[in-house]
């Protein structure tokens, strides 16, 4: 018997497409093939299953090829958070078009100053925007309006600072914020976790938060925005969805082996190795939750002047 045999009546009757938004080695793509691997070494399906990429235009490529498959249960698509974010920027596709089925990781930001900064926390950060909202540059990756941009802005409007008069270096990659701020170019960065190691390990960075919603699995001792009290997440995770019409029974059998798939000691393994977070939630309970951040960053997106 299967190690993740479905408890719904209903089964896939035909390959299996799991599609992600990016090209080859991306973060969507390694997202994928983990989930193809355990699917596959555990015989959790009964038909095979394959990744297929489309990548481009910010995952809504990946999206709109979902959707030529409404009602087929045998396509999913993995969409990461700043998914949202252009959906909203440019009036596509919403997640109220597609299916949600489950939500499978948080993944990780980290802020952090050079070592030579006098700023010590993130409150001083705060406190020198309420006075100067020039007083700072922030740098980030890979284009404004994304979750990194979104937290700077709601940083600032604690501060009572203008969000959109940040001082703010957009660039490619984050390993360049990174490198902008050791070098002391760049006030303060925000960037994955993996980006900045480099500069924290050779002491010309110094790590002063992270916008997730909990302590990042290797940073233990790195607090939150919410622990120092500023209630700003940044939300980066990953997610899956279904085509727009497929059935209650269909979502719960996908919600049931990426669940379980998720489970597996190899997808812990793999969370653990990027910096993330296993978070798992159901179908109903991610509509309620997209819902609700699909809101608050079209607001953030409206006063930065990002939303067509």
Same mark, same amino acid.
């Given at each position: 018997?299967?190690?993740?045999?479905?408890?719904?009546?209903?089964?896939?009757?035909?390959?299996?497409?799991?599609?992600?938004?990016?090209?080859?080695?991306?973060?969507?793509?390694?997202?994928?093939?983990?989930?193809?691997?355990?699917?596959?070494?555990?015989?959790?399906?009964?038909?095979?299953?394959?990744?297929?990429?489309?990548?481009?235009?910010?995952?809504?490529?990946?999206?709109?090829?979902?959707?030529?498959?409404?009602?087929?249960?045998?396509?999913?698509?993995?969409?990461?958070?700043?998914?949202?974010?252009?959906? @909203?920027?440019?009036?596509?596709?919403?997640?109220?078009?597609?299916?949600? @089925?489950?939500?499978?990781?948080?993944?990780?930001?980290?802020?952090?100053?050079?070592?030579?900064?006098?700023?010590?926390?993130?409150?001083?950060?705060?406190?020198?925007?309420?006075?100067?909202?020039?007083?700072?540059?922030?740098?980030?990756?890979?284009?404004?309006?994304?979750?990194?941009?979104?937290?700077?802005?709601?940083?600032?409007?604690?501060?009572?600072?203008?969000?959109?008069?940040?001082?703010?270096?957009?660039?490619?990659?984050?390993?360049?914020?990174?490198?902008?701020?050791?070098?002391?170019?760049?006030?303060?960065?925000?960037?994955?976790?993996?980006?900045?190691?480099?500069?924290?390990?050779?002491?010309?960075?110094?790590? @002063?938060?992270?916008?997730?919603?909990?302590?990042?699995?290797?940073?233990?001792?790195?607090?939150?925005?919410?622990?120092?009290?500023?209630?700003?997440?940044?939300?980066?995770?990953?997610?899956?969805?279904?085509?727009?019409? @497929?059935?209650?029974?269909?979502?719960?059998?996908?919600?049931?082996?990426?669940?379980?798939?998720?489970?597996?000691?190899?997808?812990?393994?793999?969370?653990?190795?990027?910096?993330?977070?296993?978070?798992?939630?159901?179908?109903?309970?991610?509509?309620?939750?997209?819902?609700?951040?699909?809101?608050?960053?079209?607001?953030?997106?409206?006063?930065?002047?990002?939303?067509?």
């Amino acid at each position: 018997m299967p190690l993740f045999a479905a408890e719904t009546a209903w089964k896939p009757r035909k390959t299996v497409e799991i599609v992600v938004g990016a090209q080859a080695a991306g973060a969507n793509d390694r997202m994928g093939r983990m989930l193809h691997k355990i699917l596959t070494d555990t015989n959790a399906l009964p038909v095979p299953s394959v990744v297929v990429n489309k990548p481009g235009q910010g995952q809504a490529l990946s999206v709109a090829y979902l959707n030529t498959h409404v009602a087929d249960p045998h396509y999913v698509v993995i969409l990461g958070s700043s998914w949202v974010t252009t959906s @909203i920027a440019t009036g596509g596709v919403t997640h109220r078009e597609l299916t949600p @089925i489950a939500k499978l990781v948080d993944t990780d930001l980290v802020m952090f100053v050079s070592a030579a900064s006098p700023v010590r926390s993130v409150k001083e950060l705060v406190e020198g925007l309420a006075k100067n909202v020039g007083a700072y540059s922030f740098g980030f990756s890979t284009s404004a309006g994304n979750a990194s941009h979104i937290a700077l802005a709601e940083l600032a409007r604690i501060a009572g600072a203008d969000s959109r008069k940040l001082r703010l270096v957009v660039n490619t990659s984050g390993s360049i914020t990174a490198t902008q701020v050791g070098g002391g170019h760049v006030s303060a960065g925000l960037s994955s976790s993996g980006s900045a190691a480099a500069m924290v390990a050779s002491g010309k960075a110094r790590l @002063i938060g992270t916008p997730s919603t909990q302590r990042l699995p290797q940073l233990p001792d790195l607090p939150t925005l919410r622990e120092q009290g500023f209630d700003v997440v940044a939300s980066t995770w990953f997610t899956i969805f279904g085509p727009k019409g @497929i059935s209650a029974e269909q979502v719960a059998y996908w919600e049931d082996v990426f669940f379980k798939a998720m489970r597996h000691p190899e997808a812990k393994k793999f969370a653990d190795g990027n910096n993330w977070t296993v978070e798992l939630m159901g179908a109903k309970a991610l509509r309620t939750e997209l819902d609700k951040e699909y809101a608050r960053l079209r607001k953030t997106l409206t006063e930065l002047g990002l939303v067509q």
